[in-house]
């Protein structure tokens, strides 16, 4: 056999045939670029798909031996056989870095999709569902390649464009296809969107396989606000089975389930609570073309973060959830799905080798549920058991007994989690404090923000990163605040953030400290900084910037977000409607931090950034780094060349680059 290096392995439906992906090449956040082989386990032979070239995708029918792949932007259908193989072209449309079949571009795949992947085969592998992304009027992001010092190659940087479409501009036009692949002679049959509910510049969400005859879609508005629900009848009409909108936020769409006649929708639901609505599943009855019978599964004050799987046989529905009161919490649920009982905890009565209580799960399930490995991260290092249909344990497949036994001889932060109460709401705080942490004694207070909407920075997660470093090395409390607009806490808190991002998240990061302050006589209010990543950097910013009483001293932004006009548009739009004066762009200049840069005189201030970032442009910063030198206002700043939103190429420099900034601001002494 042919000697792989890190192959990636997947078999056809009868395991005749063998899909290696070798080769690899990074796309953008889930897409990788690899080669593709396929090895004949009778024969012993290989046949290189695509001539060799890298490919973005490839994936094996269910029921065939036969792998459909993407290659220059065209889907193909490649059937194999003891005599070969046999090739079907299903697209040619596609068009490098502009038209995209079977494969998002780059705003589908980062902001909705969340995938390498936009093609859904029918369970009877029969039929192809399939997006296009025809990007030829979105505008494109020109990002230098400066490439290795003292090469020839890179005597003059490269350009690489990237077709980004940012808040207000052109979008991608989105279509959706089937194909018959059975059928060699069938043309494509074109899924028309509800351009008269969504209009024209319409969003693609979810896609699901009914039957192996019914697909259904989810369209969406482009500020995603409406959403209607398509059932797509491949042997007749079509019907407009459900639809919904969204008066105060946005809608969070997840694909839809299918039992029998049941179709599962995760949908807000009234909790009877104070807080308003939560994410639950509710239950729906598909008849005469239309979702009937609606029941909510999972009432109350909590929510639904995700469904896991169904078990069809025992009629049961598997979901992620967090516990009443508890957002910082992950559980496994099962609920019956004729709705006679309550859900019950799957993962609250797992115990870590600690002896602690699981706070912070996950469950992957077999294809017929029979079977499904739990995952615990919290609150003590991961450990997954193998569970069967009973939730009785099987095994214990992985306890990380090296980690554990590392742990073991180390010093570990203490953790207290609780509320603090301002602007209306509870807040939920954590406070890593030192492992020889006295009351008597003070200590600088580091906050880490993101405070995205539906983010929450505050969970059960066992953490052993920066956090660790500066709680346990440098006797740093560190803490993380969830406010106004964080997740699984009901809609009245989400939804304060609504067209309005940078304000209310912002104004809680700001007095929730304040009030940690004024309580404890071990916090030192002149050592008080605050940080943060992507979202967290324009957070950081925007705290500097807006904090009048000098609650913070200091602060770094990473990857900032410094105007929501150069971020996509999908993302921003879904929280800020449109950047026009009939919409919002009032809201868009409010808080765009290059307005408000005098707030940041004299604090200390470090403006983080690598030069090849594709998600949040270099241009970001730059357009912060001109306001701030147009009014004199000093700061730091360091660029990492060509390191793209995850500067996963300069963690040393970077984290000792923080290191040396804190100890100036926060007053430890810095060796490297």
Not at 327 to 352: E, I, K, M, T, W
Request: aromatic content about 12%; charged content about 20%.
């Amino acid at each position: 056999m042919v000697d792989y290096e890190k192959p990636s392995i997947s078999f056809s439906f009868d395991n005749s045939f063998i899909a290696i992906g070798h080769d690899y090449a990074n796309g953008f956040r889930y897409s990788l670029y690899q080669r593709c082989d396929v090895y004949d386990t009778k024969t012993r032979t290989y046949t290189r798909i695509a001539n060799g070239d890298r490919i973005p995708l490839f994936k094996w029918s269910p029921t065939r031996n036969a792998l459909i792949y993407v290659h220059e932007n065209d889907i193909y259908y490649q059937v194999f056989s003891e005599g070969g193989s046999h090739i079907r072209r299903i697209t040619n449309t596609g068009v490098l870095d502009t038209v995209y079949n079977g494969v998002p571009d780059w705003v589908y795949e980062e902001e909705v999709l969340a995938s390498a992947s936009a093609l859904w085969l029918s369970p009877d592998g029969r039929h192809l569902a399939f997006a296009t992304f025809n990007d030829t009027n979105v505008k494109d992001i020109e990002i230098p390649k400066y490439g290795s010092p003292g090469n020839m190659k890179d005597q003059y940087p490269k350009e690489i464009k990237i077709k980004y479409p940012k808040a207000g501009s052109p979008n991608p036009v989105v279509s959706m296809s089937v194909v018959d692949l059975d059928n060699w002679s069938s043309e494509l049959l074109n899924l028309e969107p509800p351009t008269d509910i969504v209009g024209t510049d319409c969003v693609l969400y979810t896609v699901n396989w009914r039957t192996n005859h019914q697909v259904t879609v989810t369209w969406t508005n482009r500020v995603q606000n409406k959403a209607q629900i398509v059932l797509y009848d491949l042997r007749g009409n079509n019907s407009n089975i459900y639809y919904e909108e969204e008066n105060e936020g946005w809608l969070r769409i997840l694909p839809l389930v299918f039992h029998d006649e049941y179709v599962i929708i995760v949908k807000l639901q009234d909790s009877g609570t104070p807080a308003g609505r939560f994410q639950h599943a509710t239950r729906f009855e598909y008849k005469d073309g239309k979702l009937v019978g609606e029941k909510d599964l999972t009432p109350g004050a909590k929510e639904v973060i995700s469904i896991l799987a169904v078990d069809h046989a025992r009629k049961r529905l598997y979901y992620l959830g967090n516990e009443l009161d508890e957002p910082s919490h992950r559980n496994v649920y099962s609920v019956q799905l004729d709705g006679n009982g309550a859900p019950v905890c799957l993962s609250c009565n797992v115990f870590s080798p600690e002896g602690n209580r699981c706070t912070y799960a996950y469950a992957y399930f077999s294809t017929d549920s029979s079977n499904y490995a739990l995952s615990c991260s919290g609150p003590d290092p991961l450990f997954i058991t193998i569970m069967n249909a009973n939730h009785k344990r099987i095994y214990n497949w992985e306890e990380n007994r090296s980690l554990r036994q590392k742990l073991a001889t180390r010093t570990q932060p203490i953790f207290r989690n609780f509320y603090v109460t301002v602007n209306g709401y509870k807040n939920k705080v954590k406070l890593s404090l030192p492992p020889d942490f006295d009351e008597k004694k003070s200590y600088p207070l580091l906050i880490n923000v993101y405070a995205g909407p539906n983010t929450v920075r505050v969970t059960n997660e066992a953490s052993f990163g920066f956090e660790s470093y500066m709680v346990t090395n440098r006797s740093v409390i560190y803490g993380r605040i969830d406010g106004r607009g964080s997740a699984y806490k009901g809609s009245k808190m989400l939804f304060e953030i609504y067209r309005r991002l940078g304000t209310v998240e912002i104004e809680d990061q700001i007095a929730v400290t304040r009030v940690l302050q004024e309580t404890y006589s071990w916090i030192d209010s002149n050592r008080t900084a605050i940080w943060g990543w992507s979202y967290g950097g324009f957070s950081t910013a925007m705290v500097l910037a807006t904090d009048k009483a000098s609650v913070f001293k200091c602060g770094i932004s990473v990857a900032p977000v410094t105007s929501w006009i150069y971020y996509d548009s999908l993302y921003t739009e879904r929280f800020m409607g449109l950047p026009t004066p009939a919409d919002n762009l009032y809201g868009y200049n409010h808080t765009d931090v290059a307005r408000r840069v005098e707030g940041i005189r004299g604090k200390k201030y470090m403006l983080i950034h690598g030069t090849g970032d594709d998600n949040v442009h270099y241009q970001q910063s730059m357009a912060l780094n001109k306001a701030l030198v147009d009014k004199d206002i000093m700061f730091e700043q360091q660029s990492y060349t060509d390191e793209a939103h995850a500067l996963s190429g300069v963690f040393p420099h970077l984290y000792h680059t923080m290191d040396r900034f804190w100890a100036n601001c926060l007053g430890y002494s810095h060796t490297h």
